[in-house]
């Protein structure tokens, strides 16, 4: 059996892609709201929103450690299987994945450092201005590789000139068509996932009894953002699904699992997709209700797939279910955050372990959500990568061959399995060690600077509470990390 480069190629760029894409989505939340939290610690000068901040911050680090390194290897990629693409695109895809590096890069890896060991050793105001560069840093990083992506399926500001990309736009090519709901999406994603798993893992804490104060507060403050922002995520992504309607119907028809051009089209709960024979088997759909989403109009018509040749449209069946997944837990995540933010008003959120029980459930349902938007978004597009102008086998590498392909694939899987045993491994460990603090009797206000160590310092649980005319505990990480 003869293995074919180009399916292992595309098979390693997968692995790769979703292996990469739940650290991003993680850190770009869970870094504005670290800086947040430094602002309300700075502004109030409250120990327990510093604590939380340290807290947080040891997840960030790692997180974003795995990102970096399985982001590099994804930018390789572009180089080792897929060079032709490379070389056709480099006059627009060269210089922006260059600019992610040096405006986003070069200011999340300055000024990460001074936030991971600065407390206490830099003014309180500059350790807040480090937090807001790292969240600011990747907003950037993201802005320049979504543009990328999203000028990948609806590109523009460009003209081929004997089978290269000539830019005539930059401005059209970076904010092309696509781009502002995309950046918009994965904005609202990042929170979500960011917003879930700090709930989750307050829950967690709750459920023990442990850091109560702490986790209470950070628990109201993500079912209130994601009460809002879940809802608010279901309304873009119906703007990018119209936005792709425009620009890339064949992929909306793919997800509708719509075979045959028509009027009044049903928005299919379930259906298995059958695309030897062009149909679906085991239909169960609410009549018009996928062309009033889609047109505005009970009776709009949709383009069905047939309208396009075979060999250009996108696997169905993947698209279609993975659709159904991403929007799912969408409307799961709408329904846990309104019934937190009523149990929070009613004042049991406390007094509910079978809610608390359900939020560490959540942790997962984010990045599963965010893999199947990603499975949407790039097997939708196939077979183009770039849309209408290069495809997949146009791009790939002519010199690589199926073994050099298949040796590359099963080293990244088991390197990336490593790495992922070992991250969940130490994040797992730190999460069920909990925040330590410690309680400084000299100094107490969180403003002011701090001496890194002390004779008097008596090492606490949080778990513990003190007494009620004890003042508030002063945090310093640097003794926690030099123990």
Request: hydrophobic residues 50%; contains cysteine; aromatic residues 14%.
């Amino acid at each position: 059996m003869e293995l074919d480069p180009l399916l292992l190629s595309r098979i390693q760029f997968a692995f790769v892609v979703s292996f990469h894409a739940i650290f991003p989505v993680f850190t770009i939340g869970l870094a504005s709201y670290i800086a947040l939290l430094e602002g309300i610690a700075f502004r109030t000068g409250s120990a327990q929103w510093a604590r939380l901040s340290q807290f947080w911050i040891k997840i960030f680090a790692v997180v974003f450690g795995m990102g970096v390194v399985s982001g590099l290897v994804m930018a390789f990629q572009f180089g080792t299987n897929w060079s032709e693409f490379s070389y056709r695109t480099s006059n627009f895809i060269g210089p922006t994945l260059s600019y992610e590096v040096v405006t986003a890069f070069f200011l999340e890896a300055a000024f990460l450092g001074v936030l991971l060991f600065g407390r206490n050793k830099v003014p309180p105001g500059l350790h807040l201005f480090s937090a807001i560069m790292v969240a600011v840093g990747t907003f950037i990083s993201s802005f320049w590789i979504l543009s990328t992506n999203s000028w990948m399926h609806t590109p523009a500001g460009y003209e081929m000139r004997e089978g290269m990309v000539h830019v005539t736009s930059w401005a059209q090519a970076i904010f092309n068509p696509s781009f502002a709901y995309r950046f918009t999406h994965m904005a609202i994603a990042s929170f979500l996932t960011g917003g879930f798993v700090v709930a989750g893992v307050s829950a967690y804490y709750l459920l023990r009894k442990h850091a109560v104060e702490p986790s209470r507060k950070a628990l109201k403050m993500c079912l209130v953002m994601l009460f809002f922002l879940a809802p608010l995520q279901a309304y873009v992504g119906d703007l990018h699904g119209l936005n792709t309607l425009e620009y890339q119907p064949v992929k909306v028809a793919a997800m509708e699992g719509a075979w045959d051009t028509q009027r009044g089209l049903p928005l299919l709960l379930f259906a298995i997709p059958d695309a030897r024979n062009e149909t679906n088997h085991f239909e169960v759909g609410i009549p018009k209700l996928a062309s009033l989403i889609l047109t505005h109009d009970l009776d709009g018509e949709v383009q069905g797939l047939k309208d396009w040749p075979a060999e250009e449209r996108p696997p169905v069946g993947i698209v279609f279910w993975a659709f159904r997944i991403m929007v799912g837990i969408g409307l799961l995540m709408i329904v846990v955050a309104t019934i937190g933010v009523v149990q929070m008003l009613r004042g049991r959120l406390e007094s509910s372990p079978r809610y608390l029980q359900v939020l560490r459930l959540m942790v997962p349902m984010p990045f599963i959500a965010v893999l199947a938007g990603w499975v949407v978004t790039e097997v939708g597009r196939q077979p183009w990568m770039m849309w209408g102008e290069i495809t997949v086998a146009d791009g790939l590498t002519p010199s690589l061959t199926g073994p050099m392909a298949l040796f590359t694939l099963v080293g990244y899987m088991l390197v990336y399995a490593a790495v992922f045993t070992a991250g969940v491994y130490y994040l797992t460990r730190v999460v069920r060690k909990g925040m330590v603090i410690e309680v400084a009797h000299e100094e107490e206000d969180y403003a002011r600077p701090k001496r890194p160590f002390s004779a008097t310092d008596v090492e606490l649980d949080v778990g513990d509470d003190p007494e009620p005319d004890a003042r508030e505990p002063d945090y310093t990480p640097e003794r926690e990390e030099g123990r």
